[in-house]
């Protein structure tokens, strides 16, 4: 096949996606009204696109591009409004969170369009186990071999994202006793996990060319790893983050996204090697597992050290960016987080512990996420 172009874009520009839950106001299980929702959304001004999702009670938010988190903010607030507008005339909800608390997969059914109609008939009973909601977030890359600089780079941090944006400690009925319980379900696909360890774009293609030849993959979007270049896009695509419950919190996760690439594309960091890899499956287990309280394994010096720690020195090397960037209110609530404040997860289990039923909280992460 031709090789993949890379298609540029402007550094340090940088855009989210959103997959939400649709959910009835009666009992506040899922509701497959993705159809509706969007028909009456497709007459709006919306800068941004809205598109159906793998299972019919799922839709997804795909912002425009944008070099500044304010921007960001005002537009996922604006989309925000509308549909909880369209929403509340059906009668039905729309909410943020990694999992939904209680629905069954086995119930869910496929949007009927080639695609996802396609990964059902590849993967089974995985597609309808993958009615779980995440937040992607794309950070622009003047060149490809920036956008494998930068993937890799990542690595280091994923589990920085993962315990910020936790939002599924429950899933099936049950406390999971995981913050995100989301990405064990994406685990599950073959063609999950990381990048192979390639070094610029020419070994990328190869590696592609290779995967493709093999009849393995047809395409980008059959790789569901935890960060992936986007080529067609002109991105790195980071994809660990579970759809947090406000659109708040989803724009500062992407302005630290942005802060962060600034910074590792201005000091060219020299730990680029295999021992990133080589603790990445534990550090994301631990963010996955503990959130905030998990341990990470630095593969720079080979020391354990407590995420939320390693957040809070990381958020400190950013101020000079997040300066630049416009993002300083961002970080500082992020830093928030960390300080006592929680993530999601936390906040949904309090929902629980006051409530003493998942429809209870789920209604509560609705009000949350619409208003």
């Given at each position: ?79 925000r409004d509308a549909l ?35 990964v059902s008939e590849k ?249």
């Amino acid at each position: 096949m031709p090789a993949l172009d890379f298609k540029s874009s402007a550094a340090l520009s940088f855009g989210v996606e959103l997959e939400l839950m649709l959910v009835n106001t009666h009992d506040y299980n899922l509701a497959p009204d993705a159809d509706d929702l969007l028909r009456r959304a497709a007459g709006d001004a919306n800068p941004g696109e809205l598109k159906p999702e793998i299972t019919q009670s799922m839709i997804e938010i795909n912002s425009s591009v944008h070099e500044r988190y304010d921007n960001l903010l005002a537009e996922l607030k604006t989309t925000r409004d509308a549909l909880a507008g369209h929403a509340r005339q059906m009668n039905v909800a729309i909410a943020g969170g990694g999992t939904h608390p209680f629905q069954k997969w086995s119930e869910r059914k496929i949007y009927p369009n080639e695609r996802f109609l396609s990964v059902s008939e590849k993967y089974g009973f995985l597609a309808k186990q993958f009615t779980v909601f995440g937040q992607h977030v794309h950070v622009g890359c003047a060149s490809a071999d920036d956008a494998i600089y930068l993937n890799h780079a990542l690595i280091r941090y994923l589990p920085h994202f993962i315990a910020l944006a936790a939002s599924s400690p429950f899933y099936q009925g049950v406390d999971t006793a995981f913050d995100s319980s989301r990405l064990s379900v994406v685990n599950a696909f073959p063609l999950s996990g990381t990048m192979p360890f390639v070094l610029d774009w020419r070994s990328f293609n190869q590696y592609f060319d290779m995967m493709y030849d093999m009849g393995i993959v047809k395409s980008m979007k059959d790789f569901y790893w935890d960060v992936r270049p986007k080529p067609e896009y002109g991105t790195v695509e980071i994809r660990v983050c579970d759809t947090p419950l406000t659109v708040d919190r989803a724009a500062q996760i992407a302005a630290y996204a942005q802060a962060l690439a600034r910074r590792l594309w201005a000091e060219r960091v020299d730990w680029i090697k295999p021992e990133l890899y080589l603790v990445h499956s534990y550090n994301r287990f631990q963010a996955c597992r503990h959130g905030l309280e998990g341990t990470l394994v630095d593969p720079a010096t080979r020391q354990p050290v407590r995420i939320a720690d390693d957040i809070r020195v990381t958020l400190r090397d950013l101020v000079p960016h997040a300066t630049d960037l416009g993002s300083m209110s961002a970080l500082e609530a992020l830093l928030a987080v960390t300080l006592g404040d929680g993530n999601d997860a936390a906040w949904l289990r309090k929902a629980y512990a006051d409530t003493k039923t998942l429809p209870d909280v789920v209604c509560r992460q609705a009000t949350r996420w619409m208003s």
